[in-house]
């Protein structure tokens, strides 16, 4: 099916072990909630939709710290930049989720900018 689609043939086989990657992630946590892992942050006063911010954001660490290297490899095995990246790009698919469902549940539209000061002071006071 993926090589059918027009577009970077690439693109379509990532996109299927995102998919696998989801999938997989999703049955080890066990959650009653597909996003269940995420929603576990309220309980430490965090909204999901920020957990998964703060979640891309240490992965965008780690990208740039691996691409700092000559090789790009890093000393964990199976987190290479490659892994890391594509965690990236299902952290942000998951947050366009939250945000929808953040978005639904209060009627308002979230603004991006107040909830991106609002995650650095939090990780600006965390990190005291």
């Given at each position: ?8 043939p690439e693109f379509h086989k990532l996109v299927d072990k ?19 892992n995420f929603m576990e942050a309220e309980g430490f006063g ?71 000061k609002s995650l650095n002071a939090d990780m600006q006071h965390?990190?005291?």
């Amino acid at each position: 099916m993926a090589d059918r689609l027009p577009g970077h043939p690439e693109f379509h086989k990532l996109v299927d072990k995102m998919k696998e990657i989801h999938a997989a992630k999703n049955q080890d946590y066990g959650n009653w909630h597909p996003l269940g892992n995420f929603m576990e942050a309220e309980g430490f006063g965090v909204s999901p939709f920020k957990g998964v911010l703060i979640r891309l954001s240490d992965k965008y660490t780690r990208v740039k710290t691996l691409s700092k290297k000559a090789d790009m490899v890093g000393e964990v095995k199976d987190e290479s930049i490659e892994d890391t990246l594509i965690d990236m790009a299902n952290y942000s698919i998951l947050a366009v989720i939250l945000f929808r469902e953040m978005r639904g549940r209060s009627g308002e539209a979230v603004d991006l900018r107040e909830a991106a000061k609002s995650l650095n002071a939090d990780m600006q006071h965390s990190n005291c």
